[in-house]
């Protein structure tokens, strides 16, 4: 059989249009001689497929054969983005294909625009867990991602008179070529029932019975990593009913409730939660994250057995990671098999979860930190419920014996919140679980460790450590940027920084050069003009090249402060308009983009999004200002559309107060892409400016340890006076200029009374000033051009490699495993 197999797949021209051509026709049943561009992209996927399981098929089964130690990335969303230039890219066959799609008729740039993006993630926690998933790969760290497999991702976002719009997004309508359904890879989970105590050689024991049964059905997308034959997966599972149809309802005549209790079951994937940074404690949540954990520790547990018969080696065998608190019950989970299945005593289970386990940290925002009711996890999940208690009965016993006598202390460490109801704190249980706690930028973990998380710092001093976040050059530079990395490559005289960050250092010996500013400049230039045409295609409003493109593109939340933005955008439009024509002829044009989506129930982020197209109405239409400022609402914010606007940006907002923005990771890919920042010391953008200098950014606004003194002044009254060119702004908003006042009335209304909990007026004033200073320097094209050179060449930091490299070190304990490569 195996000299039956063609082994390899040949890079040559020919083997690549015949595997696309057969695609066409025996699984797509096409014609060859006739196909569309989206037949093309699809065929195209399933032959790059094919290249991927080889080495996705040698990759596993040389971890297994030397049973190596393996990372598993717990998440709740992985926001991929198109996989099909990233594939091509790290595989070193997008040339390849090109050239042989090309001789056959088709250009591979217009296939690219045929995927669909896929959109399993929020923001920036899900697009960190993508980004790791490229680093984990090109490192060849031994790595699966573990997750959901989604019916509809994020919803798709469409603005209809002014109001954000949501639409469903059924991702899968079109098929979906990357993914390998798994139906042999299927576990039974349990929810609801109860548990049984019995009595086995005079231990007692529990086991959980009853309930309901929804089976996991597994579906595998192959990761390959940058220039390495290393393949390794994202697991995502899939609900289904446990049998096709109830029988007994069936036979009772009972038809349809028999199909309905299969739509509940594959209820349970259906739908991602389009909540950033907030919680939402629904019970459909909680299954979601219950139905992946178990099923993901069920599939680990697995694999650790296929090649190892002793529970002490498991630690050495595989490290499982919490993406913040949402996947906190796979550590119960775990701890549920190991006692009430494998037997093991308290004390060596708690060992080895504990080992094993490790937990990210994402935000500080109250509003942001699960907590689940006591009552439901007793209700979906009981023998879980007994067992919480039990971790948190040891544990008060410890603090008590260490603290003697402080209750206080006591109740900020219970896993549970006491009151009226009940409920478990997710982070204090994922801490206690784990034996490493991160932040995700230093400022960030320095403020878990002194608030949030005061009394844990205290009691586990070494448990709680900073990695800062990072992302992947590959799609952020390499792929999105095609030409400015073409340009690198040239200054550089190789490639090897794609996946060596460090090596563009180098490119700071050319940020005087003239000759590499013209280039840099018509980079730039060619990304610019790419972008007004789509923002004419999508918006239809049309934007002039020579304007300063400054954007703010990510999910609309108040402490992101898009609000402080669009403000001073108002009080620009007022300046310019009392200007005298020739006054105006100065002005540095502006082109403003922002985008973003608010999560379906918040209201005041939804008003922002109204505010923001009421003011593009006016100023787009104004004659008198005419190109000197634009403002435009980017719809339906995605991967793909920042891999666009990213590399046309010059300058870009990074503007959360003081304190509330864990890390950030746009602002590291607008760095590497050449923009500046203008933003406050927040997050990673402290890091950003260490690096970079503060002097090749536009810093401003107050820093976190003044945010507290001044918000309780502003709550008490003690504020100063609202600046006057930001009463002129309230006033012009609540005339009427910018469309309806009822929506944004209420928050306008609060700032004037000084309920400002995130200080926009209170930063306007040095908003304004950092602003004047982004128009001065514009003006100096040459000095611009050399900030945004030595930002490139000094942003070798935040690629997701260094943070990946920070983790295995420090957390995971695993080393690299290049697989050989075939011949
Ligand atoms: C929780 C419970 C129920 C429903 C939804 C949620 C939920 C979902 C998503 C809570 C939070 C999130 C997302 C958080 C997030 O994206 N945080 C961002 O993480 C980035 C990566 O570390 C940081 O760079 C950002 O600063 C941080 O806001």
Redesign the pocket.
Known sequence: IWSLMQTYQGIDQKSIQRSIVNHVEYTLAMTRFNFSDFGCYQATAFSLRDRLLESWNDTNQYFTTHNVKRVYYLS??FLLGRLMQNTLNNINMEKNYREALMDIGYDLERLYDEEVDPAL????????AACFLDSLATLEVPAWGYGIRYDYGIFKQVIRDGYQCEIPDFWLSGGNPWEIERPEVIYPIRFYGYTEKYEEDGVERAQWKGGEIVMAKAYDTPVPGYNTFNCNNLRLWKSLPAREFDFQSFNKGDYLSSVESKQRAEYITSVL?P????????EL?LKQQYFFCSATVRDVIRRFKKNNSDWKDFPNKAALQLN???PAIAAVEFLRILIDEEKLDWGEAWKILHSSFSY?N??V?PE?L?TWSVGLINHLLPRHMELIYLINHFFMDEVAKKYPGDYQRMQEMSLIAEGDDKKVRMANLCILCSHKVNG??EL?TKLIQETIFKRFHEYFPNKIENKT?GVTPRRWIHCANPKLSALITEALDDSEWIGELERVEYLENFAEDEEFIQKWIDIKKQNKEKLAAKIEEVVGVKIPINALYDVQIK?IHEYKRQLMNILYVIHRYLTIKDMSPADREKVVPRVVIIGGKAAPGYHNAKAIIKLVNGVGDIVNNDKDIGDTLKVIFYPNYCVSAAQTLIPASELSQHI?TAGM?????SNMKFVMNGCLIIGTMD??NVEISEEVGEENMFIFGARVEEVNDLRNRLFSGEHKPIDRRLQRVFDSILSGTFGDVSIIYPIIHNLMEGKDYYLVTEDFDSYVKAQNKVDDTYRDQKKWNMMSILGVSRSAKFSSDRTIEEYCESIWKVDRVPIPTPN
């Open positions: 709740l969303e993630g929020n923001g920036g926690l899900g697009r960190l939660y909540n950033d940074n907030s919680e939402e404690g629904k949540r913040d608190t949402h990210t994402h935000t925002l942001a699960e995700v930028a960030h976040n999910r959360s923005e864990a890390s950030g990771t997050g990673a």
